[in-house]
């Protein structure tokens, strides 16, 4: 026979598990404060207790590990783009592809925000003297005479001890 204390713990069961870190959250955490794609990634990863701040390539294991992240989420982003035609997955591939890189940049002490915004001002020096991009036949744009390679060793000096 069922009892009352049968259904009560299978009601308990059927509700959703609290989330740890997001119960004490307001619902519009992200409307006051956007927070960066880095510091997103290294709260999850502190969370969940994964390893924050390591040498890189100090541990084998470690870097396997996230390039085998790496590699099954650029593996779904190209299955999407060639076999679907849903844009809606297509972006949340894409978006898991940019979260597991910048959980990479996060693993070593890298701050990969920076990183960006360093590569996109020499990517946008790459214009010809006239302003206007210089390409090549297939489209690709190529260095100007004005182009200036980012600067990124004060950014990887982190945890070189």
């Known amino acids: 026979m069922i009892t009352q204390e049968d259904i009560d713990a299978v009601a308990e069961l059927a509700e959703p598990l609290s989330q740890a870190g997001l119960h004490n959250m307001p619902d519009d955490w992200d409307k006051h404060r956007h927070p960066s794609p880095l510091e997103m990634v ?3 990863a502190s969370r969940m207790e994964q390893p924050l701040g390591e040498k ?9 590990f996230r390039w085998d992240m790496i590699q099954e989420e650029y593996g779904e982003a190209f299955d999407e783009s060639c076999n679907g035609n849903n844009p809606e997955n297509m972006l949340k591939e894409l978006a898991d592809l940019v979260y597991v890189i910048y959980g990479y940049a996060a693993t070593y002490g890298w701050n990969l925000d ?7 001002r020499s990517n946008m020096s790459k214009l010809g003297l ?24 004060d950014l990887v000096e982190t945890n070189d001890e």
């Open 114 to 120: 920076k990183a960006v915004r360093r590569v996109h």
């Open 56 to 64: 890189w390539k100090f541990s084998k294991k470690l870097e396997d």
């Open 42 to 44: 290294s709260d999850f």
């Open 130 to 153: 006239d302003g206007k991009p210089l390409k090549g036949p297939d489209g690709k744009v190529q260095k100007g005479p004005n182009y200036k390679k980012p600067t990124l060793t």
